[in-house]
């Protein structure tokens, strides 16, 4: 037996004991709870933070890696919301005619509007069906918030906003301050990482819950990699990726009975 922890988040404290207890299978007294951060409201939901709980408590289960990638927030002063990307400047976008394209730069300058954050919608480019979209201004930690799940919440509203009625569906990405290239190359570093320590020690290590994109990019990093295999187990939003240790072909018997992943396309 050993002391391990998981970090669960919900609306308020209680709900996010009680989805911890629920994940671990255990009772109130069996665990220690610490509470991590407050809930804090925000406008519809967007831009306020979630209650999060660390519930502590004895396991004979793999050990799992707290997730080590530190995504620092950038200070961007209100002049550099008028620098173009070096990669790929944005466009102007097309007098208005009533594209998806768009009601999505619409759509987003209203919400950041009712949001009280001065940030802009500028088009990168088109394809045939996906429009990607660069956001921004002088705030754009709170655009992007924990893991960027501020940014994934826009994003999803946009992409409802425009397609609702429609049965030619357009994908809308969103990204500001290149946060998901930087979430992507530091979700591979942690890959990587992890590996070597699976194939060192010889004994399966978990990850930090993720989305499906984010898993994605774990198994991706790994699945050529020799001595480890990946799968998911565990239910959203608390589905997380098992790094295991694989000799001659053959899975650690703790994962041997794991499906091998199917996460995102």
């Known amino acids: 037996m050993r002391e ?13 004991i009680q989805k911890a207890l629920q994940q671990i299978g255990l009772d109130r007294d069996e665990v220690s709870v610490e509470i991590v951060e407050r809930a804090k409201s925000g406008f519809l939901g967007i831009g306020g933070t979630q209650a999060s709980v660390k519930v502590t408590y004895m396991t004979d289960e793999p050990e799992r890696v707290a997730e080590e990638v530190v995504m620092e927030k950038t200070v961007v002063k209100a002049e550099s919301a008028r620098k173009e990307p070096v990669k790929q400047a944005p466009v102007s976008v097309p007098a208005a005619d ?15 509007e009712r949001m009280g954050i001065a940030a802009e919608a500028k088009l990168v480019r088109e394809e045939e069906s996906t429009i990607y979209i660069e956001l921004v201004g002088a705030n754009m930690g709170a655009v992007i918030g924990r893991r960027g799940e501020t940014l994934d919440a826009i994003q999803h509203l946009t992409n409802y906003s425009i397609n609702r009625g429609r049965e030619a569906r357009i994908r809308v990405f969103l990204d500001a301050e290149s946060y998901r290239e930087k979430r992507e190359e530091a979700l591979i570093r ?38 480890v295999t990946t799968y998911s187990a565990g239910s959203e939003p608390n589905r997380r990726v098992f790094v295991a240790y694989e000799r001659g072909g053959e899975t650690a018997p703790s994962a041997s009975s794991k499906p091998t992943y199917k996460e995102w396309s």
């Open 4 to 16: 391990t922890f998981i970090v669960v988040s919900g609306k308020t404290e209680d709900e996010a």
């Open 98 to 112: 009533g594209s998806q394209t768009e009601q999505a730069i619409r759509f987003l300058g209203g919400l950041f």
């Open 190 to 227: 942690l890959a990587n990482k992890v590996a070597e320590k699976v194939v060192r020690y010889r004994k399966n290590m978990g990850l930090e819950p993720m989305n499906a994109y984010e898993r994605h990019v774990i198994h991706t990093a790994l699945q050529d990699v020799a001595g």
